[in-house]
């Protein structure tokens, strides 16, 4: 009897054991599960991969890895979701400037149509060089299956090479948090 009853009491607390065990590996995985990255639509995620893209038009940049890649004669879109990489070279006479971004390239982004609203234009110095900046939002092509449309926001960059221009146009929904990504890729774009 004595020997049932130290079965009986070993069996209980090797189950009050094992019933802490899960207690704590379930509170440390909701922990876990709440300090992960939650991305809204639109973001980025920080552990994207990007990879080297060299374009025969005499370029190259990082993009996303994994991301749908459409080639034009002009350059090349990736796209994922809400988020497109839009790259495009161009034969150019001279070097843009804030000036001709805000009285030619603006207007041409509106004549486009998305309902685009032109917002800032800056100089700014990147590791590749001097690029001119153009801030817009525009509305997304409809949904091919909702119809619905999504507020874009946009930086387009203007780069300039030996007669080329290259324009690089990031795009996301407005409010998505992308700014490093798009500093990285902005920051990567080299003339080959």
Known sequence: ???AIRYSSRLVVGQTL???AVTLCLSFSSVFAAQQEKNPP???PDSQVFVSYQ???GLSLKVPEAWARTERAD??????KYNAVDVSVTPATVTPTEASAKSVELPALVKAGNNAEPGEVDSVTLKGGPAILIRYNSDSDANPVTHRQLRLEHERYLFYHDGRQAALDLSAPVGADNADQWRLMANSLRWN
Not at 75 to 80: K, M, Q
Request: aromatic fraction near 6%.
């Open 42 to 44: 639109g973001d980025i």
């Open 18 to 20: 094992t019933a802490v």
């Open 1 to 3: 009897m004595n020997d």
């Open 75 to 80: 350059g090349a879109r990736f796209a994922d």
């Open 55 to 57: 374009s025969p038009l």
